[in-house]
């Protein structure tokens, strides 16, 4: 059985012309390969899972329609806008949008801590320690540990 990597996306853009969009975007990722792929589009919404075998280069496809999606959304909020996952991988990586720019965040077990990884892609980091102890909304705390990432990234 073939590793495979997937991409989940349900994002709102700004864009009038997103049908063009979709088709760059899909030029980008190349044929989807998994049975249960799809895109989907109502009103400014596109929502889409591409599977693609693991191979050379299909990082750097998915790295590229992230880049280009981060062009065209619509986010002035946080807000959980995809995922990557699959066999290929080590650990998922979900996708949030906060003020229009994309993050990268990846959930790492450290011993007695929660390590929350907020990656740009200007490819800076911020990292954030939570005590496995605490009980609290993982989802919300995400959350507002990537707002804090996207100022510390754009304050001036």
Same mark, same amino acid.
């Given at each position: =059985?073939? %590793? ?16 063009? /969009?979709v ?11 998994? #049975?249960? /792929? ?10 889409? $899972? ?5 191979e ?5 496809k998915?790295?590229?329609?992230? &880049? ?7 986010? $002035? &909020? ?13 650990? &998922?990586?979900?996708l949030?949008?906060?003020?229009? %720019?994309?993050y ?12 929350i990884?907020? $990656? ?5 980091t911020? $990292? ?6 605490? &009980?609290?909304? =993982? #989802? ?15 304050? %001036?």
């Amino acid at each position: =059985m073939n %590793k495979q990597c997937i991409l989940e996306l349900n994002l709102s853009t700004n864009q009038s012309r997103l049908i063009n /969009d979709v088709e760059k975007i899909l030029k980008k990722l190349g044929v989807f390969e998994g #049975e249960d /792929d799809y895109i989907s589009i109502k009103a400014n919404v596109l929502a889409l $899972k591409v599977t693609k075998k693991h191979e050379n280069g299909i990082h750097r496809k998915i790295d590229n329609t992230i &880049d280009y999606l981060e062009r065209i959304i619509s986010y $002035k &909020d946080t807000k959980k806008i995809g995922l990557i996952y699959g066999e290929a991988l080590k650990e &998922d990586i979900q996708l949030f949008a906060c003020n229009n %720019k994309i993050y990268l965040v990846k959930l790492i077990n450290e011993n007695e801590k929660h390590c929350i990884a907020v $990656k740009s892609l200007k490819n800076v980091t911020y $990292k954030y320690y939570l005590d496995k102890t605490e &009980d609290v909304n =993982m #989802e919300n705390i995400i959350e507002t540990n990537v707002a804090l990432s996207h100022y510390l990234e754009y304050k %001036k």
